[in-house]
């Protein structure tokens, strides 16, 4: 009699914890789906119920880098106002601190900078918000970035690179690179810092032709 209470009770925990993992795995799946599709309603009512800030999809994901990667940014200030992590990292190592800053979301990047956004994450190629910044352009995130105290403006990245170089190589010259090596100077970036040939932003503007950001460089 008392093996058969042991073993029914064993039952009903079993069936308990079954039930709860099934109903935690909905809530997961409810919740990241709610915030894939900017359901901004679903999404708080499932907090206020306790669902986890910081679930993360299948590829890593947390909520915060779905809202980011589509461009929800009241779904991010919900979020963050809940405690979301903005440098959680997915398998790519993208955060939503990183990868608002490689895509130019300045409103996001300040909204992070307010809420624990971390200088010593990197992403894949061990590089700051910063330096995809300055090559891809985004005046706005490297006017941002560089006026932070504290934020490391001549971090180097896996490939040898920092803000500058990579402004420098991979940006075509136009304007908009113009502006920003001029802003990487005036926040004092180091502008002797050579890549792992020993070429500098100089030497490369100058073999690239860009004169106006040569004479920037030069002034320096």
Not at 8 to 15: D, E
Not at 110 to 127: E, P, Q, T, V
């Amino acid at each position: 009699m008392i093996q058969y209470v042991l073993l029914l009770g064993m039952l009903i925990s079993s069936c308990q914890t079954g039930k709860t993992m099934k109903d935690s795995i909905y809530i997961k799946e409810h919740i990241i789906e709610a915030v894939s599709n900017n359901r901004i309603k679903t999404v708080e009512e499932a907090l206020k119920s306790g669902a986890d800030v910081n679930t993360k999809d299948a590829s890593g994901q947390s909520l915060l880098l779905i809202a980011t990667k589509s461009g929800y940014i009241p779904m991010a200030e919900l979020l963050v106002a809940y405690g979301a992590d903005v440098n959680q990292q997915d398998r790519q190592l993208d955060s939503p601190f990183l990868y608002a800053g490689a895509t130019g979301q300045a409103v996001l990047i300040r909204l992070f900078l307010k809420h624990g956004a971390r200088f010593d994450i990197f992403n894949r190629y061990n590089g700051s918000a910063l330096i995809p910044a300055c090559e891809r352009g985004h005046i706005e995130v490297v006017k941002i970035l560089t006026s932070t105290e504290g934020f490391p403006i001549d971090h180097i990245n896996r490939l040898g690179w920092t803000a500058l170089l990579e402004a420098v190589i991979l940006g075509d010259g136009s304007k908009k690179y113009e502006k920003i090596v001029q802003i990487l100077v005036d926040a004092g970036c180091n502008t002797a810092i050579a890549d792992k040939d020993g070429v500098t932003a100089l030497q490369h503007a100058r073999s690239r032709g860009f004169q106006n950001i040569v004479s920037i460089l030069e002034r320096s």
